[in-house]
């Protein structure tokens, strides 16, 4: 089963989801902004909000995963400028340049 599939919304004031949270990775959330023409509308909640906004929801979804992962293998020492925006870039699926 896919990672994407287990996210799970979290209902606003208008019935459109707009935070999604993870089981396997508690403490993990991806929020929408709530502004409705937003170019990069979703974001990652906590710690990782240093990763920035994304224009998908897999994307920051997929970032904030890779994150928590590269963290956990990095012995739980904080990202550095540069881990970030290697990250960001892998998310969308972009050439790290």
């Avoid at 996210?7 to 902004?33: F, K």
């Avoid at 970032?63 to 550095?80: F, I, K, N």
Wanted: aromatic share 8%; with cysteine; net charge positive.
């Amino acid at each position: 089963m896919s990672a994407a599939l287990c996210w799970v919304g979290r209902r606003g004031p208008w019935g459109r989801n707009v935070a999604w949270t993870h089981p396997a990775y508690p403490g993990l959330e991806v929020r929408h902004c709530g502004h409705p023409t937003a170019l990069r509308p979703y974001y990652i909640v906590g710690l990782l909000g240093e990763l920035g906004c994304y224009r998908r929801l897999a994307h920051a979804q997929r970032a904030a995963v890779m994150a928590v992962d590269w963290v956990a293998t990095g012995g739980g020492r904080q990202l550095s400028e540069d881990e970030c925006r290697r990250l960001r870039l892998r998310a969308q699926g972009l050439p790290l340049h």
